[in-house]
């Protein structure tokens, strides 16, 4: 049964760091592209960062230089690094990947950063 939990949430100040983590099951992980987005209040759900199997990444512009995304495969654990913290960044974060046209979302991570 395919599962993604993610952890590592939590209120920070503005200028602060967090690390999300998200634990996939139920795939083969190593060959499975893994993302981040992000849903603010009012607000579409927005692509974070997205790492391939072979580890390439690609990021938001809002993001770029602030976040990274890692992957590792030994663990079945995809990571997003967040330094540099700003009030905009906060949302509930989502770790997914994609089978076919199908969508496969973890529950969520709080993230609110204060100014």
């Known amino acids: 049964q395919v599962q993604l939990v993610e952890s590592g949430g939590g209120l920070v100040q503005a200028g602060g760091s967090l690390r999300l983590s998200c634990a996939a099951s139920?795939?083969?992980?190593?060959?499975?592209?893994m993302g981040w987005y992000r849903q603010a209040p009012g607000k579409q759900r927005e692509l974070v960062a997205r790492?391939?199997?072979?580890?390439?990444?690609n990021y938001a512009d809002s993001v770029k230089g602030r976040f990274t995304i890692s992957r590792d495969n030994a663990k079945n654990t995809v990571y997003l690094q967040m330094n540099s913290l700003k009030p905009d960044d906060t949302g509930v974060y989502f770790c997914?990947?994609?089978?076919?046209?199908?969508?496969?979302w973890g529950q969520g991570t709080q993230v609110t950063v204060s100014s």
């Open positions: 790492i391939t199997p072979s580890g390439s990444t």
């Open positions: 139920g795939i083969i992980f190593r060959l499975t592209a």
């Open positions: 997914n990947f994609q089978i076919s046209t199908t969508d496969y």
